[in-house]
């Protein structure tokens, strides 16, 4: 079955990029029917959509954090990844990259990676 | 705050029957979106438990239902078990948001 699993740095200084890489592993990325999501869940607090990616390069973003996001897809790696600029405080979190299915009236995500705590701090 | 609204907490006895309201609006459920809900255990990242308002993944017990009317819907867990202890998000899309996918705050169920 699917697997999927992000990496990066756990510790990112204010101002600068958090990047991101999620490896999809047990299937092809490129598989019809999905898209590739990350989503962001601060300590105690909800969940967040960040942004979405379909491999054929096409993408939406959180309107509240478009100006800062790109997610990117590398089909021959099976890997999409994500690269929010300009962080935070407030953009402490653990972050999950998950699968999204594409459907008419909108799909779920499933399944999801573990997720990785970045913490913004100097 | 969230575009889709849950109760921040529920609670119920083992064996009781709990449920999870989700409320939103004409940009999203009320627009015909599907729900789908998900479990979250502590420590561990959210679980797909219902899919398109009321269908569930394979290995989910069938304790666990999902219904959808109008703008809200609802999860319904029957014969509450401590290992049902746990976060609970239900999630759609929203027109609103250029058809993007927004979440609920979150339920902590806990049992008694």
């Known amino acids: 079955q699917v697997q999927l699993q992000e990496s990066g740095p756990g510790l990112v200084k204010p101002s600068q990029t958090l990047s991101l890489t999620c490896t999809v592993s047990g299937g092809s990325i490129s598989s019809g029917g999905y898209y590739w999501t990350w989503i962001r869940q601060p300590a105690g607090k909800g969940l967040e959509c960040i942004g979405r990616?379909?491999?054929?390069?096409?993408?939406n973003y959180n309107p509240s954090l478009k100006s800062r996001v790109t997610i990117s897809v590398d089909t021959s790696k099976n890997q999409f990844s994500l690269k929010l600029s300009s962080v935070t405080a407030a953009d402490t979190a653990v972050y999950y990259c998950?699968?999204?299915?594409?459907?008419?009236?909108?799909?779920?995500?499933?399944?999801w990676g573990q997720g990785t705590l970045v913490t913004v701090s100097s | 705050q969230s575009v889709l609204t849950q109760p921040p907490s529920v609670s119920g006895a083992p064996g009781q029957r709990v449920t999870i309201s989700c409320t939103g609006s004409s940009s999203n459920i009320g627009a015909g979106y599907d729900v789908h809900w998900y479990q979250q255990l502590p420590g561990t990242a959210p679980k797909l438990l219902i899919y398109g308002n009321n269908n569930r993944p394979s290995g989910v017990p069938d304790r666990f239902s999902g219904s959808k009317s109008g703008t809200s819907a609802s999860l319904a867990i029957t014969g509450l078990q401590a290992e049902d202890e746990a976060d609970y998000y239900c999630?759609?899309?929203?027109?609103?948001?250029?058809?993007?996918?927004?979440f609920g705050g979150g339920t902590k169920l806990t049992v008694l």
């Open positions: 998950a699968r999204g299915k594409n459907i008419v009236g909108g799909g779920w995500f499933d399944p």
């Open positions: 999630q759609s899309y929203d027109s609103s948001l250029s058809g993007w996918g927004v």
């Open positions: 990616i379909y491999t054929s390069g096409t993408t």
